[in-house]
């Protein structure tokens, strides 16, 4: 692939101004980070604009306060407290970090890019981020996960009282109080959800509301192309807990559940203002059959919606069963109830699914019952519950319309029978329509309903559930779904003074298997129950911590007492983009490191997990070559190569004068995705005099960028027998050069147009010219002379 493109929009009056005159205070700054003392320091240096890029995985100290708009380019690594508030099993973390992560404030604008963030335990809400009134938050392809309100309040994952917005991010496996996944609370307050999941979340208290979320106090929630699955509320609303303002569009609900006094498996509809749902899908949501005891549960029921107040305003939607209090439901168009069985037996809309159970506030099996939930599937980069071939919800949907419109959304849909636009918030939904998936899968003509319009068969799900006196690495009681045949390692981890024992296979097998660590196969949906038993031995145990390749030393036993010599890297660990740094105790490198040859003296048990070093070539794409220089003398040249690339969306080329400050010269279009290799070329047709600078500023569809080394150019070395002064010009000029004639000038503009008899010339000696440009139009120019020509700028006051 090769692309070019000449530099011809100096000829644009407005944009030459810009380049020329703007202030190099407002020049944008670029940090990188690979320590949290880095990381502080980077953001309190910084001023607006600047770009902050994390190289490295981000253990902070204490919560990271931010009141500058600042971009944060993640690059796909983490920003963690040492220990956050949940563990990958879902259970509480002992000794867990009591503080947030970021703590977002003022009239500011702070974007986030390909970054996950793991909080604490924290007493007041938000326990990985607190978005402040007037406050503008961007999370672009981010993971909010394992953080826990342990107080009385909410917002588990995400405390908003701003305007927040997630675009194909996660907000997963995390709890709170009430609003397990977030909090979206105050008339100040709008949330954004667009191609995101919201998953796995949960409230703690019986009369804690809204496993995924709640949206109260006159705030503001608008959903687009979003799942919400598998949250589990401990009152009402297992996914969204509303007592304000809600639009959701095409949008999936599945496997949510209500396991307190209260119904509204999905959602419990608590508010005067009229929730509004449009092409959207809910299948297995579940409140407790007798919602009125305090018991554990032992049968579940099917149940979407439960309006206890205010309307239900539903278009083109498809559910299972809802049911009212006091509240009402307005079947506005198109919509479908689906009977099907509520265990799953005759399951024909999605990929597939597996029963299961719930889980009591720390993550341990609560009551007897089970319940069906659909397959969580990963599609480019998104989890998601997918579609079965000749789903019943195809078909069954409308074309809707959505924009945030940066606070100011726009919400319609079409009529599919009369092709006529009807706009529900806002006007002009036709010019906004949404015509992807959540996976960005286009849709059909007459869509289906919710977020997914993919198709897909034969993935199953591996769970473990939860046991005493010791956890598990590489599964989880969540559990997580791969293609038929995959092959997953699972390491059971003894707490001390206790040894592994047996697996029990719940599904998926029968018996008891002593193997460990265990390799397992699926071809079906699988479910394990590891279990300990007491031990006056200690183990050591080794994880490979995201490996690509090789294998670990393993599990390895010794008397109490005893010292264990800790081995290296004998098995050949590698990982992407990564360099085998040793062993550490914590997975995010924060703990107590451990290298070959050490030697460990213990009564309890000892797990080492890989330690990974950035090696720096975890990017987007491979720059082969990226060379800058003068051509004819006259303008400045750059080609740039790229060996493959992967979601690259385009380069911004840029240039400077010093080094230091730095101005867009122009953008060029990436390949995207590709494995071949690209060519690119551009041309500046008016570069700075003197020595200047260039460098690429490559950016991905989600927006995060890189920077490219810099290049350096000298015009110095121009032909001196022409010169042209001032430039840019208002009313005259000079042109200094030996021998010219009358009839040797020569100006076209930058169509190519003879434009010369709109200049009154003068001669004022042999080598000096005066030439009059006030009768012509301001904007670019070339002039020609025997010795060469220049460009020439002509602008009015």
């Not at 105050?186 to 409230?203: H, K, P, Q």
């Not at 019943?392 to 409308?398: D, F, V």
């Not at 559990?479 to 592994?500: D, H, K, M, Q, W």
């Not at 914590?586 to 330690?611: C, E, H, V």
Request: glycine share 10%; hydrophobic share 35%; aromatic share 12%.
């Amino acid at each position: 692939m090769t692309t070019s493109k000449t530099f011809q929009h100096l000829g644009l009056f407005s944009l030459m101004l810009t380049l020329l005159f703007t202030s190099q205070s407002n020049y944008a700054a670029n940090y990188t980070a690979n320590s949290y003392s880095a990381f502080t320091t980077a953001i309190s240096t910084s001023s607006d604009g600047d770009t902050i890029s994390l190289t490295a995985h981000i253990v902070v100290s204490a919560e990271v306060v931010i009141n500058k708009s600042l971009v944060f380019n993640g690059n796909g690594y983490t920003v963690t407290v040492p220990v956050p508030g949940l563990s990958n099993a879902g259970t509480f973390n002992n000794a867990a970090s009591t503080f947030r992560v970021f703590n977002l404030s003022g009239n500011k604008t702070m974007v986030f890019n390909r970054l996950k963030i793991m909080g604490g335990a924290t007493s007041a809400s938000g326990a990985a981020i607190s978005v402040a009134s007037g406050t503008t938050a961007k999370f672009n392809q981010c993971t909010i996960t394992n953080s826990r309100v342990s107080g009385t309040t909410g917002g588990g994952g995400i405390f908003n009282q701003g305007s927040c917005y997630l675009y194909k991010s996660f907000i997963t496996r995390n709890a709170a109080y009430y609003g397990g996944g977030f909090l979206n609370s105050g008339s100040a307050a709008s949330l954004f959800l667009e191609y995101s999941t919201v998953t796995e979340n949960r409230s703690l208290a019986t009369n804690g509301g809204g496993g995924g979320g709640e949206n109260n106090s006159s705030a503001k929630l608008f959903v687009n192309n979003t799942s919400f699955s598998n949250n589990q509320s401990t009152e009402l609303g297992g996914a969204i807990n509303n007592i304000a303002t809600v639009y959701i569009v095409n949008s999936s609900f599945t496997g949510n559940v209500a396991y307190g006094t209260y119904k509204g498996g999905a959602i419990a509809q608590n508010s005067g203002t009229p929730i509004v749902l449009i092409n959207c899908l809910f299948g297995y949501n579940y409140y407790k059959s007798a919602p009125t005891s305090s018991a554990a549960p032992t049968t579940f029921s099917l149940n979407d919606i439960e309006a206890y107040s205010g309307t239900v305003n539903l278009y083109y939607t498809t559910f299972m069963a809802n049911s009212t209090t006091s509240g009402s439901f307005n079947s506005v168009i198109g919509n479908n109830t689906h009977n099907i069985a509520a265990n799953g037996s005759n399951n024909d809309l999605f990929t597939g699914g597996s029963l299961g159970s719930i889980f009591d506030a720390n993550g341990n099996i609560y009551g007897t019952a089970e319940c069906f939930q659909p397959l969580l599937v990963n599609i480019n980069g998104m989890r998601v519950p997918t579609l079965k071939t000749g789903s019943y919800a195809l078909g069954k949907g409308c074309v809707a319309g959505f924009t945030n419109g940066n606070g100011s959304p726009v919400i319609g849909y079409k009529n599919m029978s009369s092709n006529a636009w009807v706009n529900v918030l806002g006007s002009g939904a036709s010019t906004h329509a949404i015509n992807d998936d959540e996976t960005f899968l286009t849709r059909s003509s007459t869509p289906a309903a919710g977020a997914l319009e993919r198709l897909v068969d034969n993935y199953y799900i591996l769970k473990v559930n939860n046991a005493p006196n010791g956890t598990v690495d590489g599964a989880n009681i969540y559990g997580e779904v791969y293609p038929a045949g995959t092959s997953v390692a699972i390491t059971a981890l003894a707490n001390a003074g206790y040894a592994f024992n047996n697996w029990t296979y719940n599904q998926g097998g029968s018996g008891t298997v002593a193997t460990n660590p265990l390799t397992i196969v699926l071809n079906a949906n699988t479910t394990l129950t590891p279990s300990f038993i007491s031990s006056t031995n200690y183990t050591v145990t080794y994880l490979g911590n995201g490996n690509n390749s090789g294998t670990t030393p393993g599990i390895n036993s010794y008397t109490s007492g005893s010292n264990a010599t800790i081995v290296g890297n004998s098995g050949s660990l590698t990982k992407n983009g990564f360099t085998f740094a040793g062993w550490n105790t914590l997975d995010n490198g924060s703990g107590t490191n451990y290298t070959q040859g050490a030697n460990y003296t213990g009564n309890s048990n000892l797990t080492l997990y890989a330690k990974w070093e950035s090696n720096g070539t975890v990017l987007s794409i491979k720059l082969i070559s990226f060379d800058a220089y003068v051509s004819s003398g006259q303008w400045v040249d750059l080609k740039w190569a790229t060996a493959t690339e992967t979601n690259n969306a385009y380069f911004e080329v840029q240039r400077s004068q010093d080094g230091i400050h730095w101005e867009a010269l122009e953008r060029v279009n990436g390949a995207g995705t590709t494995s071949q290799k690209s060519n690119y070329s551009l041309r500046d047709l008016q570069p700075f005099q003197g020595k200047s600078f260039y460098r690429l500023k490559q950016v991905d569809f989600d927006g995060a960028s890189y920077l490219s080394p810099v290049k350096s150019v000298n015009m110095d070395n121009n032909d001196t027998e022409l010169k042209i002064y001032p430039n840019p010009v208002s009313e005259y000029f000079f042109i200094q050069s030996d021998n010219m004639n009358k009839t040797d000038f020569k100006i076209v503009n930058d169509m190519g147009q003879n434009m010369t008899n709109l200049f009154s010339l003068q001669k004022l000696s042999d080598k000096m010219w005066k030439i009059n440009c006030s009768n012509v139009s301001p904007g670019l120019y070339y002039v020609s002379t025997p010795k060469g020509y220049r460009r020439l700028l002509i602008v009015r006051n």
